[in-house]
T-cell receptor, first 120, second 108 residues
């Protein structure tokens, strides 16, 4: 299957600092990438959809000024958590959609390994 | 009401047991359906797609009932390595929505 990487895998930071997480599709081009957040024992919650060359689409309740998303190329999307606070501590996972030419609903998403953010 | 609902479990079963997970979804316009597996502190990985006709992959069988908006996953002859959280995923126009997952522990 297609490979998606995330960096860093784990980050611990002080409250008030900003953290950047990178998501890369290693062997395919991803016009669309997705950012999810998962709190312990809860489901993955979609935060935003990132399209190459355009502004991200944020889900209701997700602050776009706090979670900055940049999708500058077909293989890289970044999520920056600005002025992180302890309540932002979570598991952040990106995924990239592999286009197979069929209806978008059947295009599989491949997930990165996740980034565990701890804000002290 | 959540868009995708699953019994969170946990399901604790002995090796060799058969176990079934259920999932319901609320949006009748949902187009495609999947089961993902997620190990502790890892990313989800696709286990299998779910088709209306039902599909089987080795010890795993998935069923979809569009009329009832219900999806199931059956695991036969469960192995220790099947221990994980199983996520029901519903896709609508490329927008995937995840259930909270059902935790399975297979014991010797």
């Amino acid at each position: 299957g297609a490979v998606v990487s995330q960096h860093p895998s784990r980050v611990i930071c002080k409250s008030g600092t900003s953290v950047k997480i990178e998501c890369r599709s290693l062997d395919f081009q991803a016009t669309t990438m997705f950012w999810y957040r998962q709190f312990p024992k809860q489901s993955l919650m979609l935060m935003a959809t990132s399209n190459e060359g355009s502004k991200a689409t944020y889900e209701q309740g997700v602050e776009k000024d706090k979670f900055l998303i940049n999708h500058a190329s077909l293989t890289l999307s970044t999520l920056t958590v600005t002025s992180a606070h302890p309540e932002d501590s979570s598991f952040y996972i990106c995924s990239a959609r592999l286009r197979t030419g069929g209806p978008s609903s059947y295009n599989e998403q491949f997930f990165g390994p996740g980034t565990r953010l701890t804000v002290l | 009401r959540k868009e995708v609902e699953q019994d969170p479990g946990p399901f604790n079963v002995p090796e060799g047991a058969t176990v079934a997970f259920n999932c319901t979804y609320s949006n009748s316009a949902s187009q495609s359906f999947f089961w993902y597996r997620q190990d502790c502190r890892k990313e989800p990985k696709l286990l299998m797609s779910v088709y209306s006709s039902g599909n089987e992959d080795g010890r795993f069988t998935a069923q979809l009932n569009r009329a009832s908006q219900y999806i199931s996953l059956l695991i036969r002859d469960s192995k220790l390595s099947d221990s994980a959280t199983y996520l029901c995923v519903v896709n609508r126009f490329g927008d995937m929505r995840f259930g909270a997952g059902t935790r399975l522990t297979v014991k010797p």
